[in-house]
Nanobody
Framework: QVQLAESGGGLVQPGGSLRLSCAAS????????MGWYRQAPGKQRELVTVISSGGTTTYADSVKGRFTISRESAKNTVYLQMNSLKPEDTAVYYC???????????????WGQGTQVTVTS
C-alpha cells in the first residue's frame, strides 16, 4: 500500500503565506513526478504545479512568481510554498505522486486526502 499524507493548510489573510507538505509512504520503489492540484467550490480540479524526479518544475500561470514547489527525494516529500496569497487561491489542495511500488513494475498515480486553504480578510 501507498499513502500520501498532507499537512499545512489553514486560514490566512490576503498577502500572507502558507507552506504545504506531502509525504509518501508505504511499499515504494521509486517516486517519479510529484505535484499539487486544487479544487475550488463549484470548479474542476486544476493543476497548480508539478516537479519531476529530476527537479524540473511547471506552474500554472495563475501562481507563477508566487508559489514554489520543492521536494526532498530521500524523504519522498514534496512541499508547496505559497506567498502573496489571494482570495482566489482558496481551494482544497491535493498532492499527487507517480509511484512505482516494490515488485509491481508499473507507475500508478496516488492522491492525498486534500487540505483546505482559505484566503480571506
Amino acid at each position: 500500500q501507498v499513502q500520501l499524507a498532507e499537512s499545512g493548510g489553514g486560514l490566512v489573510q490576503p498577502g500572507g503565506s502558507l507552506r504545504l507538505s506531502c509525504a509518501a509512504s508505504g511499499s515504494i520503489f521509486k517516486v517519479n513526478a510529484m505535484g499539487w492540484y486544487r479544487q475550488a467550490p463549484g470548479k474542476q480540479r486544476e493543476l497548480v504545479t508539478v516537479i519531476s524526479s529530476g527537479g524540473t518544475t511547471t506552474y500554472a500561470d495563475s501562481v507563477k512568481g508566487r508559489f514554489t514547489i520543492s521536494r526532498e527525494s530521500a524523504k519522498n516529500t514534496v512541499y508547496l510554498q505559497m506567498n502573496s496569497l489571494k482570495p482566489e487561491d482558496t481551494a482544497v489542495y491535493y498532492c499527487s505522486a507517480d509511484i512505482i511500488r516494490i515488485n509491481i513494475p508499473k507507475i500508478y498515480t496516488y492522491w492525498g486526502q486534500g487540505t483546505q486553504v482559505t484566503v480571506t480578510s
